[in-house]
């Protein structure tokens, strides 16, 4: 088992910044101009990013990699205050520990450019037992004037219950969803009743893998705000990472 997979291992190699930082866009499809770039890490494994990332969530190190995201970000937005934002990914099994928030406040205090340009997203890959960390969480972000973005939706069984609990701008519709949408009618069904809460809880939509023109003149046709995917832009280096 490579070092990557042991929790020090994983742990030594965020420390020392052994992982790739790549960024791709999300588009407004009202006008096809970019409102923000996704940060995506890679680590030099043969394993599947999930691979690599499970392991650390189950032993916890998860948040070692969330907090240098966070760090990251906001020295580039410091340094680029006029560029594009950047979203960040949270792990819910790092917003599921009581301390983690003060971990992330306090890497806020840094952040010298508008808080807009900081999106949170949080992902749907850990199923959160108790969600009264992760709303405390979300709640204090959200009212500091950060977007946050309940990531994959539609991916798992947590969905429903996090929309319930968890205060967002944003909703990320999972891209096998999408992608089932476009060619079955009863997930169209779905997807389109999902899409009719947009304002009655006040948030917008970003279809993610939208990896084809097909696709993406399907979920422009539906009225989502945004989109993510290959039809977009692939994943690229984050050049302002110096």
């Not at 410091?78 to 960040?88: L, R, V």
């Amino acid at each position: 088992m490579s070092s990557l997979h042991t929790a020090e291992g994983f742990r030594d190699h965020v420390s020392e910044q052994r992982f790739t930082v790549l960024r791709q866009p999300i588009v407004n499809l009202s006008d096809g101009e970019i409102h923000h770039h996704e940060w995506l890490v890679r680590f030099d494994s043969e394993d599947h990013l999930e691979g690599v990332l499970r392991p650390a969530e189950v032993s916890g190190v998860i948040k070692d990699l969330d907090l240098s995201m966070l760090a990251q970000a906001i020295l580039v937005l410091n340094k680029h205050p006029n560029g594009s934002g950047i979203a960040i990914n949270l792990s819910g099994a790092s917003v599921d520990k009581p301390n983690f928030k003060s971990a992330v406040m306090a890497c806020l205090t840094a952040l010298k450019a508008s808080p807009t340009k900081l999106i949170i997203e949080l992902t749907e890959s850990w199923d959160m037992v108790e969600l009264s960390h992760a709303e405390g969480l979300l709640t204090e972000l959200k009212s500091r004037g950060h977007p946050v973005c309940l990531d994959d939706v539609g991916a798992g069984a947590a969905s429903i219950r996090y929309l319930r609990a968890l205060p967002c701008n944003w909703l990320k519709i999972d891209g096998a969803f999408v992608a089932a949408a476009y060619n079955t009618a009863r997930d169209r069904a779905i997807l389109k009743a999902l899409l009719s809460l947009r304002d009655a809880l006040d948030v917008r939509f970003i279809a993610e893998g939208v990896e084809t023109e097909d696709i993406l003149n399907f979920v422009k046709s539906l009225g989502f705000d945004a989109a993510q995917g290959y039809a977009i832009g692939r994943p690229e280096p984050e050049p302002r990472i110096s």
